[in-house]
């Protein structure tokens, strides 16, 4: 039973433990500049690792990680792969990690390390953007080569070179002297974790097109295959409609979001913990889905009962009492949290 749960949600599994990883990370990064895995790293890398040749080595490796070689990459995808929306997927993936890589270093704002730099860099150090941009990159790439090369050989020659170039390059920023362990795991960890999520939707882009090219399947096994990739697709819009229409008309929504965003805000400020980060995050979803459950049950009953009703009042006064009763424990969570922290 456990097995199958894990199988069946195993990418949930792996984004939850890389987003524990990297807030625990921003918690030591926030309380110490320099981590004890840090300085360990450093010393033996600094003292015991570095030579001339090596150095040399690490240059050509961390420049495999540069804007433009990736840009290059990009670019020859675009032009030469037979499916263009193969170079739209790798060149979006690219776009997407550096964006969200600078707006991370602008929110942690944290300096890169000195006085051992072999190579000169600017901006902020966590989480290192070669680190994250490589894993991202060259993890889609070793995606793709996995699900559309037939040839065995070939698969496993280039996914090996790609899965041993992505930590090498992690380690030439280390060995460079331009960013701490810490910066090169959390970048890891977070592009690992945006993978999960990104490889579904490049799936589902590439499984359109090649179904196009099935001419064995007969006509009527191809609508179907439409029709639940449609009904797939239109779930999420739904849902992302519904949720803006709830926005929309329901003022109640709209506060439970400004009170989320300025308890995040007072979390980055006063530091708090990363149990502290899950209990607030696990209270922001409770609070918000139920209020959105709320809603749909007014509206339910609004439709099946339009005349004054005493059970329908009924039924819309316990999902309302559900969301107070939410609110209030959040509420309480969040005393127990903040007050000890502000006096």
């Not at 690219?94 to 270093?105: F, P, S």
């Not at 949720?243 to 329901?250: D, P, Y």
């Not at 309302?320 to 609110?327: D, K, M, P, Q, R």
Request: hydrophobic letters at 55%.
């Amino acid at each position: 039973m456990l097995k199958k749960i894990i199988e069946k949600n195993y990418k949930w599994i792996i984004v939850f433990l890389c987003l524990i990883i990297v807030l625990m990370l921003l918690e030591d990064i926030f309380e110490n500049e320099q981590l004890e895995l840090d300085v360990l790293v450093y010393r033996l890398v600094i003292l015991h690792l570095r030579s001339e040749p090596l150095t040399v080595i690490m240059k050509v490796i961390t420049n495999l990680s540069s804007a433009y070689v990736l840009i290059a990459i990009s670019l020859g995808t675009l032009i030469f792969a037979k499916n263009k929306k193969i170079g739209m997927c790798i060149t979006g993936n690219l776009v997407i990690t550096t964006l969200l890589n600078q707006l991370l270093k602008y929110i942690i704002q944290r300096p890169r390390p000195e006085g051992y730099r072999l190579i000169a860099e600017s901006g902020y150090s966590f989480p290192s953007g070669h680190s994250m941009v490589s894993m991202a990159f060259y993890g889609l790439i070793i995606y793709l080569i996995w699900k559309m090369v037939k040839n065995k050989k070939i698969k496993y020659i280039s996914c090996g070179i790609l899965t041993l170039l992505i930590p090498l390059i992690g380690f030439s920023r280390i060995y460079l002297g331009v960013h701490y362990a810490s910066d090169v795991i959390g970048g890891f960890a977070i592009s690992i974790a945006y993978l999960m999520l990104f490889t579904n939707i490049v799936r589902s882009i590439l499984k359109l097109e090649k179904e196009k090219k099935i001419n064995i399947m007969n006509k009527r096994k191809m609508v179907e295959m439409r029709k639940k990739r449609k009904k797939l697709r239109n779930s999420f819009k739904y849902a992302f409609e519904g949720i803006k229409e709830a926005w929309s008309t329901e003022q109640n929504l709209k506060i439970h979001f400004i009170i989320m965003l300025i308890v995040i805000v007072t979390g980055f400020i006063f530091k708090i913990s990363v149990m502290e980060w899950i209990a607030c995050l696990l209270l922001f979803a409770l609070v918000i889905s139920l209020e959105l459950i709320n809603t749909a049950i007014e509206t339910t009953v609004d439709i099946a009962m339009p005349e004054i009703n005493e059970k329908a009042k009924y039924a819309k006064d316990i999902a309302a009492g559900a969301v107070l009763f939410s609110a209030i424990i959040a509420v309480i969570v969040g005393l127990i949290i903040f007050l000890p922290k502000i006096f």
